[in-house]
């Protein structure tokens, strides 16, 4: 994809379709609000306040900025199963599987850091990409999306569930050999925005070194404009950009 030029500014996030709380995933009813001018810091100098709410107060300055101005509580309880480095993950035949929250930030396409990693699963539960289970306030238990609704009303699809069979089955035609190394390039971009709940401009692709121009980002975007939200198979998550040959996988 080439080197971005160091004279260039880096992207800026920018709101994506719906937000978690207008799709409304299974069993996410309650939704906390903090106050904009929140600070734990000055709260804590307060008589009387508990170190249990002085907690909550930290844990939502510091989600504030991911989820917005409306946290659910699922992502509080997946903050708090994050301080000890670890996640139960429910696997499509239903059984939970244990695994350290950075490989599972790995399994779903977040390369980060290890400083990141509680930052890269928080961006991947406030895009969607996967949720935690209804009624998991005592036990914490993630599922990964399979299937995204692509606006409110539609339903949530998870691996094993009946209803993921809708989803198509064959992985998108990513290899560089049959879409050409810039038009891959392209498509890796559009994606990696998609996969972070951002929006990818061909202003900023233009400054990617051999693209040249805005004209040539935008003829590039366009050339793969069909495959940019097309899912993996069900192995793969939303947004991840599979390059296995379609033609290679099981019926």
């Not at 804590?44 to 844990?59: E, F, H, T």
């Not at 992502?75 to 994050?82: I, M, R, S, T």
């Not at 935008?218 to 599979?242: I, K, M, N, Y």
């Amino acid at each position: 994809m080439g080197r971005k030029k160091p004279s260039k500014p880096r992207r800026e996030r920018a709101a994506a379709g719906y937000t978690l709380q207008q799709l409304q995933p299974p069993g996410y009813d309650r939704w906390m609000t903090p106050a904009a001018d929140l600070d734990p810091e000055r709260a804590a100098a307060k008589p009387g306040l508990s170190a249990q709410a002085l907690d909550l107060m930290r844990r939502l300055v510091r989600l504030r900025p991911i989820y917005g101005p409306k946290i659910p509580v699922q992502a509080v309880q997946l903050d708090v199963a994050l301080d000890g480095g670890a996640l139960r993950l429910r696997r499509p035949d239903g059984s939970i599987r244990n695994l350290p929250a950075s490989k599972l930030a790995a399994m779903l396409g977040g390369a980060m850091e290890p400083a990141d990693v509680r930052g890269a699963v928080h961006e991947l539960h406030a895009g969607g990409m996967l949720l935690v289970e209804p009624d998991g306030e005592d036990d914490t238990v993630l599922r990964v999306v399979v299937g995204k609704p692509a606006k409110p009303g539609d339903p949530w699809l998870f691996g094993g569930d009946i209803a993921s069979d809708l989803v198509p089955k064959a992985c998108i035609p990513g290899d560089p050999r049959t879409l050409g190394a810039d038009r891959f390039a392209a498509l890796a971009y559009l994606r990696s925005h998609l996969a972070e709940g951002t929006v990818g401009t061909a202003e900023e692709y233009a400054t990617f070194e051999g693209v040249g121009s805005v004209e040539r980002a935008q003829e590039l975007f366009d050339s793969v404009a069909d495959l940019v939200d097309v899912r993996g198979c069900p192995a793969c998550p939303t947004a991840h950009l599979c390059t296995r040959d379609p033609e290679a996988l099981p019926a």
